[in-house]
């Protein structure tokens, strides 16, 4: 699966098997994307604890938090589920569930 690809949709979302066959780099990317967005959403939709959420993020390198998306899919038993998706619960055990609510 490339960028380039005419056929994609802009919001296209990889599948945990997808997202597992990356290389590293391109993993990196993918988290540091979903989490950019989800803060933004976060401070657009006045998250009420999104400074302790950034302040969260910001206490844990991003090969960090992307090795315990790696982990979690890995030990997720539904693969279906979207990487943004786990990403997000991801975050929500890193960070508190309260990203959640």
């Known amino acids: 699966m490339l960028a380039t690809e005419e056929n994609k949709r802009a919001a296209y979302s990889l599948s945990a098997n997808q997202f597992l066959k990356l290389p590293g780099d391109l993993q990196f990317f993918y988290v540091a994307g979903a989490l950019d967005g989800m803060t933004l959403l976060s401070r657009e939709n006045g998250l009420k604890t999104y400074d302790n959420f950034i302040e969260c993020y910001r206490s ?34 890193t960070c508190g569930d309260e990203f959640l609510k």
């Open 60 to 93: 844990i390198t991003l090969g960090a938090f992307t090795k315990k998306v790696v982990i979690f899919i890995r030990s997720s038993s539904d693969k279906d589920l979207s990487v943004a998706e786990l990403i997000i619960q991801t975050a929500a055990d």
